[in-house]
């Protein structure tokens, strides 16, 4: 399972930052991986505005509230 979330993270500055991932969970639904939204491709305008709203949608969704960096294990 996976979805979209909003992660507080830390630069090699120690300046922190927050930015949209999609978040990786474990079967005991333990959040166990993310991967940050560098870009928003498709191949069609259709495409991109699918992916924006299924984004939208998840950070809409209270229960999915910001992760840390040290919430994965």
């Known amino acids: 399972m996976w979805n979209n979330r909003i992660l507080k993270r830390t630069d090699t500055m120690g300046r922190?930052?927050?930015?949209?991932?999609?978040v990786?969970?474990?079967?005991?639904?333990?959040?166990n991986g993310y991967a940050p939204i560098d870009?928003?491709?498709?191949?069609?305008?259709?495409?991109?505005?699918?992916?924006?709203?299924?984004?939208c949608k998840d950070l809409?969704?209270?229960e999915l509230t910001?992760?840390?960096?040290t919430d994965f294990g």
């Open 16 to 22: 922190e930052f927050y930015q949209i991932c999609e």
């Open 24 to 31: 990786f969970y474990d079967p005991d639904g333990k959040p």
């Open 39 to 55: 870009d928003l491709v498709g191949d069609t305008e259709k495409d991109v505005r699918g992916l924006v709203g299924y984004i």
């Open 60 to 62: 809409k969704r209270k």
């Open 66 to 69: 910001t992760l840390n960096e």
